[in-house]
């Protein structure tokens, strides 16, 4: 079973849409969760760190479920700018793991 | 303005050639990363450092290799013993090891022709 799993999409939706998706990790001890963005053949950008109890930056927002073992990332009112693909970056035992992404297309 | 920087860009090879992968940081990040992409698939850790002369390998170290003689400088060769070495390289740093804020170069991306 891979450490951190995504849906890989794409999610293609209009501008305005709100669209959500979700990360689900495998090491219950995982201590911090992130979502980066990458753009076409460019490096990851930080996006966001995800806290305990959600917080929003903006459009974005990010809910960690421990239970479960999933966080999620969700945009509203989505931009042409959006279109990306988000990793979800998972801390565990002072390791990183990356997911494969998922990518997002927002369309005019 | 402080940042990582990475090249070359892109980099073509012959099978049985070494090459090697250049990162430079000005951030006075004392730990520095190299991961390997590849389509479908999450960021691999090849190797890391968190502090100079001193570097561990990561998941995927087989066929490459490093050295950390400056705060610098981190870079990174792909041996001929790597069977499988077209890839996007990254390399990244951090403040401390293991946090998640990781501070990307714009990549490297070789091709083994």
């Known amino acids: 079973r891979k450490e951190v799993e995504q849906d890989p999409g794409p999610f293609n939706v209009p501008e305005g849409a709100t669209v959500a998706f979700n990360c689900t990790y495998s090491?219950?001890?995982?201590?911090?969760f992130f979502w980066y963005r990458q753009d076409c053949r460019k490096e990851p950008k930080l996006l966001m760190s995800v806290y305990s109890s959600g917080n929003e930056d903006g459009r974005f927002t990010a809910q960690l479920n421990r239970a479960s073992q999933y966080i999620s990332l969700l945009i509203r009112d989505s931009k042409l700018s959006d279109s990306a693909t988000y990793l979800c970056?998972?801390?565990?035992?002072?390791?990183?793991?990356f997911g494969a992404g998922t990518t997002v297309t927002v369309r005019a | 303005d402080g940042g990582i920087t990475q090249s070359p860009k892109y980099l073509f090879r012959k099978e049985g050639q070494n090459v090697t992968l250049s990162c430079e940081q000005n951030?006075?990040?004392?730990?520095m990363y190299w991961y390997r992409q590849d389509p479908g698939q999450g960021l691999r850790l090849i190797y890391y450092s968190q502090i100079v002369n001193d570097f561990q390998k990561g998941d995927i170290a087989e066929g490459y290799s490093v050295s950390r003689e400056k705060k610098e400088s981190f870079p990174l060769t792909v041996t001929s013993a790597q069977k499988n070495p077209t890839a996007f390289y990254l390399c990244a740093s951090s403040i401390l090891e293991g946090t998640g804020e990781l501070f990307f170069g714009e990549g490297s991306r070789l091709t083994v022709l």
């Open positions: 090491n219950s001890a995982s201590q911090s």
């Open positions: 951030l006075n990040h004392d730990a």
């Open positions: 970056v998972v801390n565990g035992d002072y390791k990183l793991s």
